[in-house]
């Protein structure tokens, strides 16, 4: 059974940092696509970032672009995100995303992804 599990959300001043982490569990993680999206209040969940299984490819948003990085370690099976210049508009609830068979066309939308992790919140003071 996959089970993803994130950490580090918390509250933070504009302009600080948080890092984020997601751990899963039963899976053979080096196969996995696995990505970051986050929904904010009253809004639709959004991609954030992707790390391909494939090629170790990153992709980031574009409102995100410069700020934020993912990282994956397969030895602790893994998938980090760091953010840094975080504005108030970073405010969300952020979701760790896997799939074993997500193509590269689909991996900034959240229907190609099979596993799912609880959320984690963030919240930017201004």
């Known amino acids: 059974q996959v089970q993803l599990v994130e950490s580090g959300g918390g509250l933070v001043q504009a302009g600080g940092s948080l890092r984020l982490s997601c751990a899963a569990s039963g899976v053979t993680f080096s196969r996995y696509t696995m990505a970051w999206f986050r929904q904010a209040p009253g809004k639709e969940r959004e991609f954030v970032a992707v790390?391909?299984?494939?090629?170790?490819?990153?992709f980031v948003a574009d409102s995100v672009k410069g700020r934020f990085t993912i990282s994956k370690d397969n030895a602790k099976n893994t998938v980090m995100l760091q953010m840094d210049n975080l504005k108030p508009e970073d405010t969300a609830v952020y979701y760790c995303?896997?799939?074993?068979?997500?193509?590269?066309?689909?991996?900034?939308?959240?229907?190609?992804?099979?596993?799912w992790g609880q959320g984690t919140q963030v919240t930017v003071s201004s």
């Open positions: 790390i391909s299984q494939r090629s170790g490819s990153r």
């Open positions: 995303a896997a799939s074993a068979t997500i193509i590269v066309s689909k991996m900034r939308y959240q229907s190609g992804y099979k596993h």
